[in-house]
């Protein structure tokens, strides 16, 4: 079963602009993809969701090529509190089941 | 806001135990997950729902089983806990597939957890 690719994880300091990169080779045609980040202790939270090109929201923007084999999370101007995994969802071609990637650590400093 | 709750958020058990972990969501829901969750290993399936009385397996289906006999409530049972199932469960829950783009069926809500010690 084809799984979601992300790095591990990824430093960055307060201001700057985060992009974590996740691959899906397999993804189904019609789905969308979506991402969600997570807080020590705490369930994952819904951040954003796409299909193609590109979708922005108040917390992050994802960006999608016509291929749809990988999608780009953006998160602009991270502080502190952006400090967390953040985790892609796809569903595979021909499958009910929703495949997370291992996460992506971020961890931003002053 | 839709809320997923899981009943205990803290267990310690003994090996060979039954452990019944509960997840009820308010928004009705058709879909219904349960996730396991270990460091450096990610968000791994167990079992899913899609309507009541309904199960399929995910990634780690052995030594859990569930039940879904109320579209509100779905149960993660552990029918002879052992030490390698000490973990964090992760319930979550999202309306059906579409027929057409499935935007609402990827849109998870999760419970926050409940971690379980087996001794």
């Known amino acids: 079963l084809a799984k979601t690719t992300q790095p591990i994880s990824m430093d960055s300091y307060e201001g700057q602009e985060v992009n974590i990169t996740c691959s899906h080779n397999?993804?189904?045609?019609?789905?969308?993809i979506t991402w969600y980040q997570q807080f020590p202790s705490q369930g994952p939270r819904f951040i954003i969701q796409?299909?193609?090109t590109k979708v922005t929201n108040e917390v992050a923007s994802l960006f999608i090529p016509a291929d749809r084999k990988s999608s780009t999370l953006s998160l602009p101007r991270v502080s502190l509190s952006d400090t967390a995994v953040y985790y892609c969802?796809?569903?595979?071609?021909?499958?009910?089941?929703?495949?997370f990637g291992t996460g992506t650590r971020l961890l931003v400093s002053p | 806001d839709v809320k997923v709750t899981q009943s205990s958020r803290y267990l310690v058990k003994r090996t060979g135990e039954k452990v019944f972990l509960e997840c009820v969501q308010d928004?009705?829901?058709?879909?219904m997950f349960w996730y396991r969750q270990d460091p450096g290993l990610g968000l791994r399936l167990i079992y899913f729902?899609?309507?009541?009385?309904?199960?399929e397996k995910g990634d780690i289906p052995e030594g859990y089983s569930v039940s879904r006999e109320k579209k509100e409530r779905f149960s993660l049972i552990l029918e002879s806990a052992s030490t390698n199932q000490t973990s964090m469960y992760l319930c979550?829950?999202?309306?059906?597939?579409?027929?057409?783009?499935?935007?609402?069926?990827?849109?998870?809500?999760f419970g926050a957890g409940s971690r379980l010690t087996v001794l």
């Open positions: 979550a829950s999202s309306f059906a597939l579409a027929g057409g783009r499935g935007s609402g069926a990827n849109v998870l809500t």
């Open positions: 397999n993804i189904a045609t019609n789905d969308y």
């Open positions: 796409g299909y193609k």
């Open positions: 969802l796809a569903r595979n071609t021909g499958f009910q089941k929703l495949v």
């Open positions: 928004m009705d829901h058709e879909n």
């Open positions: 729902s899609y309507d009541v009385k309904m199960k």
